[in-house]
Structures are given as C-alpha cells and as structure tokens.
C-alpha cells in the first residue's frame, strides 16, 4: 500500500533546470514528512531538502538558492523543482517518506547534468 514513484529525470546541460515529482499514497502524504535524497556512486545517500505536513521546509547548504521542495495536497505530490543544475548535482534522486520509526523509499529517478 505504501508507495513513492518518482519521475521527472533525465538529462540536462549546465544551467539547466528539471522538476522531479514523487507522488504518494493520500495516507503517507498526510502524515509522514517528504524529503528528496540523491546518491552517486562511491558516497553515501546525501538528503537534498525536506517539507514536513504543515509545510516547513529544508534545504541542503549544496543546493540552497537553487533547488526548491514543494508539496501539492490535492495531487498527493512532492516535488522538487532544480534550477541551475551542474555537473555535481549529476545523481539518482531519492523520494522519500518519513516518520520517526520508518523510511519508506522510491526507486530513484537519474537526472544528470552534462554538456
């Protein structure tokens, strides 16, 4: 019942931007928080930025200024809107649903950023 299924990636040139969206079942979006999380290989999976249910919103110092976390209620989707991609940012991204006991996980979604 519980799932998280991203889309949105794909490949971008430098300066770029893409909008990744997670949609949720009506459940985990109402109480769990939302977070987007990146991985490449060789590092440890890296938390991009959170929204909790009441809209509160976090960002990693990487991205700050450049990546934006919202959420939209009525469509029961996260999302995560990039702009002023780089090389760096090249990763598969993570949804992700949050309680203090639980993760629940999407199965990732590759953007990658190169001219």
């Known amino acids: 019942q519980v799932q998280l299924v991203e889309s949105g990636g794909g490949l971008v040139q430098p300066g770029g931007s893409l909008r990744l969206s997670c949609a949720a079942s009506?459940?985990?979006?109402?109480?769990?928080?939302m977070a987007w999380y990146r991985q490449t290989p060789g590092k440890q999976r890296e938390l991009v930025a959170t929204?909790?249910?009441?809209?509160?919103?976090n960002s990693a110092d990487s991205v700050k200024g450049r990546f934006t976390i919202s959420r939209d209620n009525a469509k029961n989707t996260v999302y995560l809107q990039m702009n002023s991609l780089k090389p760096e940012d090249t990763a598969v991204y993570y949804c992700?649903?949050?309680?203090?006991?639980?993760?629940?996980w999407g199965q990732g979604t590759q953007v990658t950023v190169s001219s």
């Open positions: 992700n649903a949050h309680r203090i006991a639980e993760d629940y």
């Open positions: 009506r459940i985990i979006f109402r109480i769990y928080t």
């Open positions: 929204i909790t249910t009441d809209g509160r919103t």
